[in-house]
Structures are given as C-alpha cells and as structure tokens.
C-alpha cells in the first residue's frame, strides 16, 4: 500500500549512459514532482507536473526528460550521464495543483551514483 | 522565494522536549509555514503546517508568533526513533516561485539514551 513508489531503489552506471527512473503514486494526486538532494542534503526542486501538464521546468539540463503517460506516473530520464548527475532523486506528488502551501509526499528516493 | 534560517544541528536526550526555531522575516501574507522529517534513506515526510499562533497534533506543537517571522517546532518526550532532519519550508505565493518550494539544509536533531 505505498503511496509513493519509485524504482529503483539505487542505480550505478557509467559516465555517458542513458538511465531512467520510474514513479507512481497511488493517492490520486494531481500533480508529481521530481526532486534532487545532493551530498550537502539540499533537496532541490527539478520538475513539477501537474495532470500530465509540466508545470515546472527549474533550469535543469535537457538531459533530464520527465514524461508523464498519466496523473500517477512521473518518469525522469536521464541522458549522457555525468559524473554531477550523481545524487539521490525524489519522486513526490501532492493533491492540489502544485502550489507552495500543499502537503507533499515523497518516495523513498533513488540513489544514483556515476562512476 | 521567502528563505528560513534553522540550526544546523541540535542534541537531546530521551524524554526531553526539543524546540526547533526557524526564522522567516520575509513571509507573505498568503505563506503557511510546513514542517517535515528526515530519516536517513527516506523521502522527507509532512509533520505540521500552520499559518498562525499554535498547531498541534499527534507528532508536533508548532508555535507562531503575531508577526510570524519565526516559528517554532516542538517535539515533545523525544526518543531514539526521532533522530533526522527537520525541515522548515516556507510557500511562497508570489507568481514567479510558485509551486517551487525548495529545503534548506534542515537541522539535524540527534536524540540520544
């Protein structure tokens, strides 16, 4: 019964592949987020979209490709990984239509690292 | 976007209260002020949300002042398992930052026996 669930749960590739990550979120939310927290713990803000509609685009290279096949689906695809790209990823969503004051949850995150 | 100041981190035994203070000064009107957890390996989770004087529910006390320049989250009897990050997040209405709310670096509150 998780509401949030993003696969998977850690990901080691090589510098210059293609990698994606998957979301799904079972609450019937309308919008889903993907987050970026570095080493320093700072949980950055990437994508927001909010029924299949971007709603967010927060200077993120156009390596990263997030689609959105429906409301409870939000895919990140990443392009020519390199080495910066190595994070955790989080994948959320919350009720409404995105705004600041919404109550987000949050997958359990994607440890991605790039050797 | 409206920005907070937390402590970096913050030590405590078990049994006792653990107030974190988070300072907004550039809050707007239509701001409400959140609060969210940390555990290591985990996506950060909702604990609170207010917008004025005081909120409190099963976890948390969260505290607002008149002017609501500041806020404060009290964690009652603290154990073990309340060791993470805090998070104070403030929204921001304005129309070029909505929808982005961004995490600061959170407080690290470490409980220990």
């Known amino acids: 019964d998780t509401a949030v669930s993003q696969t998977p749960k850690y990901l080691v590739t090589q510098m210059g592949n293609d990698k994606s990550i998957k979301c799904e979120q079972n609450?019937?939310?309308?919008?889903m987020y993907w987050y970026k927290q570095d080493s320093k713990k700072f949980l950055k803000i990437m994508f927001s979209y909010n029924n299949k509609e971007l709603i967010i685009n927060e200077t993120v290279p156009n390596r990263f490709s997030p689609k959105s096949p429906d409301k409870a689906h939000l895919n990140l695809h990443i392009n020519s990984l390199e080495l910066g790209d190595s994070a955790v990823y989080f994948c959320a969503s919350s009720q409404g239509e995105g705004g600041t004051n919404e109550k987000l949850f949050f997958g359990s995150g994607t440890q991605l690292s790039v050797l | 976007l409206a920005k907070t100041t937390q402590p970096i981190s913050m030590d405590s035994y078990e049994g006792q209260e653990v107030n974190i203070t988070c300072s907004h000064n550039n809050i707007a009107t239509n701001d409400y002020i959140t609060w969210y957890q940390q555990f290591p390996s985990q996506g950060p989770r909702f604990i609170i949300q207010?917008?004025?004087t005081k909120v409190t529910n099963e976890v948390a006390s969260l505290f607002i002042p008149a002017d609501r320049k500041s806020s404060t989250l009290s964690l009652p009897r603290v154990s073990l398992s309340d060791t993470a990050v805090y998070y104070c997040?403030?929204?921001?209405?304005?129309?070029?930052?909505?929808?982005?709310?961004?995490f600061g670096a959170g407080t690290q509150v470490v409980v220990t026996p």
């Open positions: 997040l403030v929204g921001d209405a304005s129309t070029d930052s909505w929808g982005k709310l961004q």
């Open positions: 609450l019937g939310h309308d919008t």
């Open positions: 207010g917008y004025k």
